[in-house]
């Protein structure tokens, strides 16, 4: 490791470890928040069975991972389990939208119902009069699966849901998790964190560790490898982590997280990968032009779906804006200043919507966030958290 000047004692990590868990506890859902969840999902899985037949709803994002914080949105995804040859096996992501978007209206248990039936990744978003957000989307088995991923990645070591929590809330007080307005999703954040972690020997890298002596095996959905280690209780038995590495504390993780991004990840030559336990160059992935597609060639790549928003080549667009008209020359923006390949979708930059200016601001944050945690532990949580107007 490199002479870090900055770098505080361990009395001051102590303290920052005692104020961050004390946070993460704080921000915890409590049970009667998770209990409003599940009777949600459970009315929405019915609503679907009425509109669709047979229907199931799974809960995905935090509310599937165990990383919630309180208050969180819940995101749930729709899958119709249609008999082969069934009229019902042609829905297209539109008309599910549309079908079940219409159904809700007639619900005032539900508000604020918003078809986005143009956006890359259709979804219906509404709240519930019990106080809960949602999105519900349609067949997205990948962002199931990175779900489960980021679960087993959380089940290794309780030291990722606190370093995650405290990322996480800091993100968003100093408003920088915002897709839709150049920033990073919550998503982003956390492939960010695990990448940190692994390259600390907190965490392996599960989508390389094969039971037996083979190969990595290929386990198909929607056309991208979703094989991952997720025995978890017997992850022993492939993967230790290193004596150091269990030492560390989550404050020492935090400011790891936090030095590392600020000054020694290269942004300019390089790729954030869980799936290959480091980095890659965006050379080598073909990542170091901007591209710009004709939203054509987007739309008749159905899968993988993704839950990314669309950027646009001018300002990002509000939540609730759609694509524009087909005819008026639409172009779609894959930049690739801060890149973060997705850990299945690997040609996917989760950091896709960063643009020059955003990217500014983020770095700008990952600084005054070591700094606040490389001066003193006392207080430095609350300040490093402190919301921005
Ligand atoms: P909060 O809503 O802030 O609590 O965070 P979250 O953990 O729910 O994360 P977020 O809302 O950013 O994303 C929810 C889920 O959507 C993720 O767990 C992924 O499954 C999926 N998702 C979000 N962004 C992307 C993306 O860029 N690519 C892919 N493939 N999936 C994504
Ligand atoms: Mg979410």
């Given amino acids: 490791r490199k002479y870090d000047p900055y770098r505080p004692s361990t009395n001051v990590f102590d303290l920052i470890t005692r104020d961050a868990k004390a946070l993460c506890q704080e921000l915890m859902p409590n049970p009667e928040e998770e209990t409003r969840k599940l009777a949600l999902l459970e009315r929405l899985s019915d609503i679907a069975t009425e509109v669709f037949g047979e229907a199931e709803v799974l809960p995905f994002g935090s509310s599937g991972n165990g990383l919630a914080l309180?208050?969180?949105?819940?995101?749930?995804?729709?899958?119709?389990?249609?008999?082969?040859?069934?009229?019902?096996?042609?829905?297209?992501?539109?008309?599910?939208?549309?079908?079940?978007?219409?159904?809700?209206?007639k619900d005032n248990e539900f508000e604020n119902i918003l078809q986005l039936k143009r956006a890359r990744v259709p979804i219906v978003k509404l709240n519930h009069v019990n106080g809960?957000?949602?999105?519900?989307?349609?067949?997205?088995?990948?962002?199931?699966?990175?779900?489960?991923?980021?679960?087993?990645y959380c089940r290794i070591d309780t030291r990722v849901r606190d370093?995650?929590?405290?990322?996480?809330?800091w993100a968003k007080r100093r408003k920088i998790n915002n897709p839709y307005a150049g920033s990073l999703s919550s998503y982003a954040y956390v492939l960010l964190?695990?990448?940190?972690?692994?390259?600390?020997g907190v965490l392996p890298n599960l989508q390389s560790i094969v039971v037996g002596n083979g190969k990595i095996p290929y386990w198909d959905c929607q056309g991208f490898n979703r094989y991952f280690f997720e025995d978890i209780p017997n992850l022993a038995r492939y993967?230790?982590?290193?004596?150091?590495?269990?030492?560390?504390?989550?404050?020492?993780?935090?400011?790891?997280?936090?030095?590392?991004?600020?000054?020694?990840?290269?942004?300019?030559?390089?790729?954030?990968?869980?799936?290959?336990?480091?980095?890659?160059?965006?050379?080598?992935?073909?990542?170091?032009?901007?591209?710009?597609?004709?939203?054509?060639?987007?739309?008749?790549?159905?899968?993988?779906?993704t839950l990314q928003p669309q950027t646009s080549t001018v300002d990002s667009p509000a939540l609730t804006d759609e694509q524009p008209a087909?005819?008026?020359?639409?172009?779609?923006?894959?930049?690739?200043?801060?890149?973060?390949?997705?850990?299945?979708?690997?040609?996917?930059?989760?950091?896709r919507p960063?643009?020059?200016?955003?990217?500014?601001?983020?770095?700008?944050?990952?600084?005054r966030a070591a700094k606040i945690?490389?001066?003193?532990?006392?207080?430095?949580?609350?300040?490093?958290?402190?919301e921005r107007e």
Avoid at 327 to 350: A, G, M, Q, T, W
């Fill in 70 to 105: 309180a208050n969180a949105d819940m995101d749930v995804c729709v899958f119709l389990n249609s008999k082969e040859g069934s009229a019902e096996e042609q829905v297209s992501p539109v008309e599910f939208v549309e079908r079940i978007g219409d159904r809700l209206e």
């Fill in 132 to 152: 809960i957000a949602c999105d519900i989307g349609y067949q997205n088995d990948l962002a199931i699966w990175n779900t489960r991923l980021l679960r087993a």
């Fill in 163 to 169: 370093v995650v929590v405290i990322i996480k809330t």
């Fill in 193 to 200: 964190v695990i990448h940190v972690l692994q390259r600390r």
């Fill in 239 to 305: 993967w230790q982590p290193t004596p150091e590495a269990m030492k560390q504390s989550v404050g020492e993780l935090l400011y790891e997280f936090f030095r590392y991004f600020a000054s020694e990840f290269r942004y300019t030559t390089h790729v954030v990968s869980i799936r290959s336990g480091g980095l890659l160059t965006k050379e080598a992935k073909e990542w170091s032009k901007d591209h710009t597609q004709p939203q054509q060639q987007q739309h008749q790549r159905q899968q993988p779906q």
């Fill in 326 to 351: 087909a005819d008026s020359k639409p172009v779609v923006k894959n930049r690739y200043l801060f890149c973060i390949e997705d850990p299945f979708e690997l040609d996917h930059n989760v950091g």
């Fill in 354 to 367: 960063v643009d020059r200016y955003s990217l500014f601001t983020i770095r700008g944050e990952f600084m």
């Fill in 373 to 386: 945690l490389s001066r003193n532990g006392e207080g430095a949580i609350s300040r490093l958290c402190y």
